[in-house]
């Protein structure tokens, strides 16, 4: 039995993701602190602007102490330049630090800025795909609804563009394969052409691991029966 719980699940990246990780190993100034199956989302805006860095995996079970100089809690990624963490403020700050890299991922004009950021908060501290209490798949439900409603003529949130909207959330979304959507199949249809704009991105697919390897601990979220102290984090902040 493992002293640490979830500990047995597999940590490091595999398949594509192992790839650009292998890609990703000679010393640069910028430094990303990750684990396999833990969230992409800075990852991903690393790859969409092509900012340089240095790709140092941990086990987000055995925390070691460099990952914990840059992030206290140690529950997710942390950058090293100036040190950081949480995503949502690394993501704002490598489109403050590096805005000669494109594509820009943050709207120029303040008000839509703005909206793009409510909306990360939103779907960091409100969404929580798959899970399996009646309450929070309710809530979940009525997340999913109203960041459709909010979608533009898309593909992406903002538009034609992806964004940093697109990057928090992922494919993390739980839509139904084709024609088993039922009575919403409609409304599904939308989701499924914003999904396959997101999956035909280089960055999603060169930072996904094979799914043999995170399903069961993703499924452990869902059931509420991770018992980590990482899962413990996550449960109540999704940064």
Do not use: C
Not at 1 to 22: F, R, T
Not at 125 to 140: F, G, M
Not at 144 to 171: A, C, T
């Amino acid at each position: 039995m493992p002293s640490v719980p979830d500990a047995e699940l597999y940590p490091e990246a595999s398949g594509p993701a192992k790839a650009l990780v292998d890609r990703h190993q000679a010393e640069q100034p910028l430094k990303l602190y990750a684990g396999g199956f833990v969230l992409q989302r800075v990852w991903l805006a690393l790859e969409e602007k092509q900012i340089p860095y240095q790709y140092i995996e941990v086990n987000p079970y055995h925390k070691p102490q460099s990952l914990l100089s840059l992030n206290p809690r140690g529950d997710g990624n942390g950058v090293k330049l100036k040190p950081l963490y949480e995503s949502n403020i690394i993501l704002e700050y490598l489109e403050e630090a590096y805005p000669d890299h494109q594509p820009r991922l943050l709207p120029t004009d303040p008000y839509e800025k703005a909206r793009a950021k409510i909306w990360m908060d939103f779907v960091t501290t409100r969404y929580q795909p798959q899970s399996q209490d009646e309450d929070v798949a309710a809530e979940t439900d009525k997340v999913r609804q109203e960041f459709l409603d909010r979608l533009k003529e898309g593909p992406f949130f903002l538009g034609d563009q992806i964004s940093l909207p697109d990057l928090v959330l992922g494919r993390g979304l739980g839509i139904p394969a084709e024609s088993q959507g039922r009575a919403d199949e409609a409304v599904w249809q939308r989701w499924r052409t914003w999904l396959r704009a997101v999956e035909g991105r280089r960055s999603i697919r060169e930072t996904t691991s094979e799914k043999d390897h995170y399903l069961p601990i993703y499924q452990r979220y869902a059931d509420n029966t991770a018992q980590s102290e990482l899962a413990k984090a996550h449960k109540s902040w999704k940064g």
